[in-house]
């Protein structure tokens, strides 16, 4: 956020004109929203609300309006994909989940529908717990007024 806006903003005073990609880290929204710069985007794993129509994301914006949030608030995304992950994990460990069953269950979340929170379906395994498989590139539309993509979903290597 802040520091992202201060090191564009001083960039292209400095006449940089190069584009600007930047990891989505939570709050690149506001970011986007605030730069409104023709040459700076933003890589996510999570699709911004108004660019996912998946019934997880529908969900997510009914629940932020419900509490008097914006559903675009820094973080807010990524908490709410983190419990419903492990919401689902919680579903498969069963009850009584010890931390070792819980682990066994996050492990086997391969090709997990989030229903529209993420670009492509979470997956764990044992050895690997990125969760994501692909990201979007993203850019401000002014005359929109909200983040659209700019590329197609693009697959990222895993660990």
């Known amino acids: 956020g802040p520091l992202a806006i201060s090191a564009?903003?001083?960039?292209?005073a400095d006449g940089i004109t190069a584009p600007i990609v930047s990891y989505h880290i939570g709050g690149l929204y506001t970011t986007l929203q605030h730069l409104n710069d023709p040459s700076?985007?933003?890589?996510s794993s999570e699709p911004y609300p108004g660019t996912s129509?998946?019934?997880?994301?529908?969900?997510?914006?009914?629940?932020?309006k419900a509490a008097g949030?914006?559903?675009?608030?820094?973080?807010?995304?990524?908490?709410?994909?983190?419990a419903y992950v492990l919401g689902q994990a919680l579903k498969k460990c069963g009850?009584?989940?010890n931390g070792?069953?819980?682990?066994?269950?996050?492990?086997?979340?391969?090709?997990?529908?989030t229903y529209g929170l993420t670009q492509t379906p979470w997956s764990y395994t044992p050895t690997d717990h990125a969760g994501i498989s692909s990201v979007v590139i993203?850019?401000?539309?002014?005359?929109?007024?909200?983040?659209?993509p700019v590329s197609k979903v693009l697959a990222i290597p895993s660990a």
Not at 69 to 82: D, F, K, R, T, V
Not at 138 to 148: A, E, F, I, K
């Open 138 to 148: 993203y850019h401000w539309d002014s005359s929109l007024g909200r983040p659209v």
């Open 8 to 12: 564009v903003t001083t960039l292209r």
């Open 95 to 97: 009850w009584p989940c």
């Open 53 to 64: 129509t998946g019934k997880g994301m529908k969900q997510y914006v009914a629940a932020t």
């Open 100 to 113: 070792t069953r819980l682990t066994t269950a996050l492990n086997s979340l391969h090709n997990l529908d």
């Open 40 to 43: 700076f985007y933003a890589v």
């Open 69 to 82: 949030l914006s559903s675009n608030a820094p973080y807010l995304l990524n908490g709410y994909l983190q």
